[in-house]
């Protein structure tokens, strides 16, 4: 057995080396080799009852804003029976520390994927004759990128003098008479209310507010274009397809909707008008109609979805623009009133000035809004060619998130590019929008041409319905993947942060439906299982799932009457069964809960429980 055998060896019988009863065999063929080959190397059959000894935790970088790497924790560890196994909890989560020099100075990695906050880091130690150790000196502080000196008040809005300024209150309670200029939010937990650059402090100080924020301008994502050439070499979604989307609601965020231009006669369902209270649908800035036409139209330029019925949402004044809380009073009103009127699909076109550096209250709305059971598609933004320039909402992790591509399958040049601040690859996927033609505000029956990453996005909008149309039962998740997964592949091949997955391609997306296949289903988990329903505090337990499909993690969750971890697991030898050890040193006994949950690639979630109980040790 060569060094390189061994170390892998020491590597993996660290995750699964456990004895194995009657109460559950596990599958994974991995699994029973490193338990064979553990005990036949590896296990010490003495035990000194000496615990490890753990020096030298350090925590590099200490501090970390949300967004970066990750941070590299380091200690030694020594025990002369021989080290079984080292973690670090951080924040109720599990990273594996490896010894992989062989000199006892262990590493592990934290991703700074935690809500900001100071986090006890506690390095826990095994060694081979089950006697554990622990140390919790050291500690890691997550900063929000936006309140760098941890006031709950973004860094933007420090030092502004007395002047008035719009801002964003998260909190959770009420903030009472502070600001006569009060709207709450039902989406996120919060307000947005105009007052004072000098009461911030005093606002920031009040129970219950966990932070407060900028206001941000919002515009829309479109210029004005040329009557072009039509081609056939990009799919176009406005092609008959020989369904309509009869039934299935679309709700367009935007400037208005000019509800007497030939092409959206009788489209319109409800107008919901944010900006002046108007009851009669209007476009004064004319990016709206254009929008809705390629959602509904029917008159000389055909949408993607004719037979769909369309609510126009105002929150855009005349120049295009508006604030980040228009955007959630909007989004709000969805929610609210999604059943009433059967909204399955939200087009938003409108998106920030520019790249944001960090996770924005409009994505977490927006990731939100798709909780909720709705499709929301959204623009990369216009600010490219640079990496890194999507603009918010479109680096939320749920929502479609679309770029541009002219008629011949090239990306608009300003079309944003990923990757997110999260390092997530994005746009989703890309679809025409640079020359479209579609309806003139205020025109009657003239068309015109606009560019833009708001183009593209009422079409993969359109297309939505469509899926919605042929299977009513797809959810967000459903839609996301099937539309990804049947695109045309363009640039570098898979997916890359130019053109995401590839250009729409709806007919290949309605084909798959019929043709039901597998390579499209959701991921499944299939089974769960523990080598024992019963332990004694000490003794480890193997966790199994197995699995299949687009998966993009599974982790276990231990739920107990004082503390909860959640533990990573991974499918080694790629056989689609995935596992996790759990080591019972420092928990309470008791009744248990351990919980499996898989994370599928496109937002699809599946979780299983499995009922456990810890004996106190003899």
Known sequence: ??????????????????????????????????????????????????????SDVKVSPSMLKSGEPRSEINAFVYDSNGIEIVYAE?????NLMLDLNRDNKYIGYCNSN???????????????????????????????PKDMNANNIE????????????????????????????????????????????????????????????????????????????????????MDQGTEGDNITVALIDTGVDANHESLKSKILVFKDFVNNQTTPYDDNGHGTHCASLIVGDGEMRGVAPGAKLIAIKVMDRDGACYLSDALKALDWCVENK????????????GGESPSESTSLLDEASNKIVDQGLV???????????????????????VMTVGAIDEDGLIYERSSRGPTQNGDIKPDLVTLGVDVVSALANSGNGYSSMSGTSMAVPLVAGASALLLQANPNLEPFDIKRILLRTTDDLGEKGADNTYGYGALNLTAAL????????????????????????ATVGEPVMIEASATGDIESIKSEIIGPDRSLEIPMDDFDENDIYSARWETSYWKPGDYKIQIDLQGRFGEVESKIIPFYLDPRT
């Open 376 to 398: 929301m598609c959204v623009a990369a933004g216009n600010s490219g060619p640079a990496s890194g320039s999507i603009v918010i909402p479109g680096d939320a992790e749920k």
């Open 339 to 350: 059943d009433q009127y059967g909204i399955k699909v939200i087009s938003f076109s409108v």
């Open 90 to 94: 951080v924040g109720n989560r599990m």
């Open 114 to 144: 935690l809500p900001p906050g100071k986090y006890r880091v506690n390095v826990v130690a095994i060694d081979k004759a089950g006697n554990a150790a622990h140390e919790n000196n050291a500690t890691l502080t997550i900063l929000d």
């Open 1 to 54: 057995m060569n060094s390189n055998t061994i170390l892998s060896l020491i590597f993996f019988a660290g995750l699964f080396s456990c004895a194995v009863n009657s109460e559950g065999q596990m599958e994974d063929k991995a699994t029973k080799w490193f338990l064979k080959e553990y005990g036949s190397y590896f296990k010490s059959s003495s035990d000194d009852n000496i615990t490890p000894r753990i």
């Open 511 to 534: 084909e798959s439906l019929k043709k039901k296949s597998n390579k499209l289903a959701r991921p499944s988990l299939e089974s769960v299982q523990l080598n024992k329903l019963k």
């Open 155 to 238: 860094d933007s809005l420090e030092k502004p003098g007395s002047k008035d300024l719009k801002v964003i209150v998260l909190h959770d309670g009420s903030l009472g008479n502070f600001s006569t200029e009060q709207n709450n939010f039902g989406i996120l937990p919060g307000s947005s209310l105009t007052i004072p650059g000098n009461k911030l402090t005093e606002l920031s100080k009040l129970k219950g507010v966990k932070g407060i924020y900028e206001d941000k301008k919002l515009k829309v994502l479109a210029e004005p274009g040329d009557m072009p050439f039509r081609s056939q070499i990009i799919d176009d979604p406005r």
